[in-house]
């Protein structure tokens, strides 16, 4: 991807290249982007094709391989096919980097490149790479995203430090190692993707594994605008320095997540029939991972999904739709876009003009845009089960399970998967490339390039509600 990092001189074009009718220059920024993981997912389509990926040495079906290199490179997790099993050391190592390029974004390490290598990025790449990670500014993000590698590293090796110390105890060291690091990357990135047949059930009673994962995750899922503004906070206490009130968006982020955290785990852990042999506390930390885990689409599971209560999976479907924060390695419409559609429900039930949060006024371009994500995300899903309802013998709550797991690429499921059609499989494949790239971006895409209106029509008397 050479046009990512340099633009060639129109000096040096040639001609043939300069009218040829898919050229990249013709490409929006948001096309190119759309591309850019497009080819990504082709790249490691063929790589789980290999023999050499294979446990058994033999190519994986390309239905299957696009599959799972979709839910690789959007950090879901669902796969008709068992990693621990079905995929080679070789195979193993390669969704291991699928699902970390598509935590951090692949225009993320192509940044970093660009500044480690000392090549000079254009104004194109990085109005490209502000795309890929909605919010960082066009133009002033190589330090940005240096931070976004240096945070992933850090999290990332903590977390695989401790697991590897628990492992330690019983696997061998390389294996230990290995464990961790794949759990520690997959917790981090929200993938959820696991080197154990049954997730993390094994480990449901085991606090520290809920304890490692559940943080990992959310370090993860909270953003890295919030993980970096933290950072400068500590920087400014340890130099001594004044530090900033958190920003409107670190603040709101924080608490919506707080509150869809905890909600859902006193709601799980009554709406459940647990085990008359575990304890209450026990109860409760099965019930907080599993909240955690939807909500910050990770997709780990210490509890078989599919026999909880259908309360439950109601409650885990919100937390899968509501997902993560802006800027982060989760999915779903995001936290804040929940929080800003109801503080504007609230301000119209008052009657009030404006939406306010914390004494800062909210554009009324971002409540659009809440709105829009809302409703595209619900046409989404809406059109994905009216299709596989037709095309797959599976019941509609698991289907309506899986489709709102792929949109907001958390990887839970009801062990349906891999009873899917080729045309379920691919259908909830370009379900979780629309829920990783946004619904908004591939309206952009499809749309081509956007023509700014010079004039405006009269106001039209409609009645609604």
Same mark, same amino acid.
């Given at each position: 991807?050479?046009?990512?990092?340099?633009?060639?001189?129109? +000096?040096?074009?040639?001609?043939?290249?300069?009218?040829?009718?898919?050229?990249?220059?013709?490409?929006?920024?948001?096309?190119?982007?759309?591309?850019?993981?497009?080819?990504?997912?082709?790249?490691?389509?063929?790589?789980?094709?290999?023999?050499?990926?294979?446990?058994?040495?033999?190519?994986?079906?390309?239905?299957?391989?696009?599959?799972?290199?979709?839910?690789?490179?959007?950090?879901?997790?669902?796969?008709?096919?068992?990693?621990?099993? *079905?995929?080679?050391?070789?195979? @193993?190592?390669?969704?291991?980097? *699928?699902?970390?390029?598509?935590?951090?974004?692949?225009?993320?390490?192509?940044?970093?490149?660009?500044? =480690?290598?000392?090549?000079?990025?254009?104004?194109?790449?990085?109005?490209?790479?502000?795309?890929?990670?909605?919010?960082? @500014?066009?133009?002033?993000?190589?330090?940005?995203?240096?931070?976004?590698?240096?945070?992933?590293?850090?999290?990332?090796?903590?977390?695989?430090?401790?697991?590897?110390?628990?492992?330690?105890?019983?696997?061998?060291?390389?294996?230990?190692?290995?464990?961790?690091?794949?759990?520690?990357?997959?917790?981090?990135?929200?993938?959820?993707?696991?080197?154990?047949?049954?997730?993390?059930?094994?480990?449901?009673?085991?606090?520290?594994?809920?304890?490692?994962?559940?943080?990992?995750?959310?370090?993860?899922?909270?953003?890295?605008?919030?993980?970096?503004?933290?950072?400068?906070?500590?920087?400014?206490?340890?130099?001594?320095?004044?530090?900033?009130?958190?920003?409107?968006?670190?603040?709101?982020?924080?608490?919506?997540?707080?509150?869809?955290?905890?909600?859902?785990?006193?709601?799980?852990?009554?709406?459940?029939?647990?085990?008359?042999?575990?304890?209450?506390?026990?109860?409760?930390?099965?019930?907080?991972?599993?909240?955690?885990?939807?909500?910050?689409?990770?997709?780990?599971?210490?509890?078989?999904?599919?026999?909880?209560?259908?309360?439950?999976?109601?409650?885990?479907?919100?937390?899968?739709?509501?997902?993560?924060?802006?800027?982060?390695?989760?999915?779903?419409?995001?936290?804040?876009?929940?929080?800003?559609?109801?503080?504007?429900? &609230?301000? !119209?039930?008052?009657? @009030?003009?404006?939406?306010?949060?914390?004494?800062?006024?909210?554009?009324?371009?971002?409540?659009?845009?809440?709105?829009?994500?809302?409703?595209?995300?619900?046409?989404?899903?809406?059109?994905?089960?009216?299709?596989?309802? &037709?095309?797959?013998?599976?019941? =509609?709550?698991?289907?309506?399970?899986?489709?709102?797991?792929?949109?907001?690429?958390?990887?839970?499921?009801?062990?349906?998967?891999?009873?899917?059609?080729?045309?379920?499989?691919?259908?909830?494949?370009?379900?979780?490339?629309?829920?990783?790239?946004?619904?908004?971006?591939?309206?952009?895409?499809?749309?081509?390039?956007?023509? +700014?209106?010079?004039? !405006?029509?009269? *106001?039209?008397?409609?009645?609604?509600?």
């Amino acid at each position: 991807m050479e046009w990512l990092i340099t633009e060639k001189h129109p +000096a040096l074009a040639s001609r043939e290249e300069k009218e040829t009718f898919f050229s990249l220059k013709r490409l929006s920024t948001v096309q190119k982007l759309v591309l850019g993981y497009l080819l990504t997912i082709l790249v490691f389509t063929g790589l789980f094709m290999l023999p050499l990926s294979s446990a058994a040495h033999r190519s994986q079906p390309f239905i299957d391989s696009l599959f799972v290199a979709t839910s690789g490179i959007s950090t879901t997790g669902l796969t008709p096919v068992d990693i621990s099993r *079905d995929y080679s050391l070789f195979g @193993q190592i390669v969704l291991l980097i *699928d699902f970390q390029v598509g935590g951090i974004g692949y225009m993320a390490i192509v940044v970093w490149l660009a500044v =480690f290598l000392k090549r000079r990025l254009s104004i194109k790449s990085h109005l490209l790479a502000a795309e890929s990670l909605a919010g960082a @500014q066009p133009g002033n993000n190589s330090h940005f995203f240096r931070s976004v590698i240096v945070l992933t590293i850090f999290f990332e090796f903590v977390a695989g430090i401790i697991l590897t110390g628990f492992w330690a105890r019983q696997f061998p060291l390389p294996k230990a190692i290995y464990f961790g690091i794949f759990h520690s990357v997959s917790a981090f990135c929200t993938a959820g993707f696991s080197l154990f047949s049954d997730s993390l059930a094994s480990y449901q009673s085991n606090i520290l594994i809920n304890a490692v994962i559940s943080i990992t995750s959310l370090f993860g899922a909270i953003g890295f605008f919030v993980l970096s503004e933290f950072v400068y906070r500590i920087g400014d206490r340890i130099k001594k320095r004044k530090a900033k009130r958190l920003s409107v968006h670190t603040r709101l982020a924080i608490f919506v997540t707080l509150v869809i955290i905890f909600s859902a785990t006193a709601i799980i852990y009554f709406s459940e029939t647990w085990p008359a042999d575990r304890g209450s506390f026990q109860n409760l930390t099965s019930s907080m991972f599993q909240a955690v885990s939807a909500s910050t689409t990770d997709g780990f599971n210490t509890i078989n999904i599919g026999g909880m209560s259908v309360t439950s999976l109601i409650i885990i479907m919100m937390l899968m739709f509501i997902g993560a924060s802006p800027g982060s390695t989760g999915g779903g419409i995001k936290t804040t876009t929940l929080g800003i559609i109801a503080l504007s429900t &609230r301000s !119209q039930l008052r009657s @009030q003009e404006q939406v306010n949060l914390f004494k800062r006024h909210v554009p009324d371009e971002i409540i659009r845009k809440a709105y829009l994500v809302l409703a595209l995300s619900l046409s989404v899903i809406i059109i994905d089960v009216l299709i596989l309802t &037709r095309t797959e013998k599976i019941p =509609f709550l698991s289907l309506f399970f899986e489709t709102v797991s792929a949109l907001g690429n958390t990887g839970l499921s009801m062990g349906v998967t891999s009873s899917l059609s080729w045309i379920g499989k691919l259908l909830l494949s370009i379900t979780m490339f629309i829920g990783r790239v946004g619904p908004i971006t591939i309206g952009l895409a499809l749309a081509g390039e956007r023509r +700014a209106a010079h004039f !405006q029509y009269a *106001d039209g008397e409609i009645f609604a509600g």
